[in-house]
């Protein structure tokens, strides 16, 4: 499983990747720590699976969905919001902007990694079924 990490925090990434790896046997490829870096290798890598933070610094996480949602080829890419902003307004917004789920900081490690493997699931499928 192909799986980016975009948040400016090393811990909350380090952490995000232990866990991932111990509990799910999920490797994270890279990570990003500033929205420009993580469109970039969105770009170059084409992951399964986006973890991204809201509060970034410059531009928002919003707006890095809707720029990854903007780019030929990453449409269906899934992307899971992990963020401490855990306000029904965010929780909206990221639906609308294209986002696929919302985990809200501090997160049960089992819901991170059920959400994490239906997404990626859900994308092979259509994948399979194009």
């Not at 990003?32 to 469109?39: F, L, R, T």
Request: overall charge negative; some cysteine.
């Amino acid at each position: 499983m192909r799986t980016i990490i975009i948040d400016d925090e090393r811990l909350a990434r380090e952490e995000l990747k232990k866990l991932l790896k111990d509990y799910h046997e999920i490797e994270i490829i890279d990570e990003a720590k500033n929205p420009e870096e993580g469109i970039e290798k969105i770009k170059a890598l084409k992951p399964d699976l986006i973890f991204l933070d809201i509060g970034l610094p410059e531009i928002s996480g919003f707006d890095v969905c809707t720029k990854i949602r903007s780019t030929p080829g990453h449409d269906g890419i899934p992307i899971l919001f992990l963020t401490g902003m855990t306000t029904i307004q965010n929780r909206a917004q990221s639906k609308l902007l294209g986002g696929n789920d919302f985990i809200g900081k501090p997160f049960h490690v089992l819901e991170l990694g059920i959400k994490a493997l239906l997404w990626v699931s859900k994308g092979r499928l259509a994948e399979l079924a194009a």
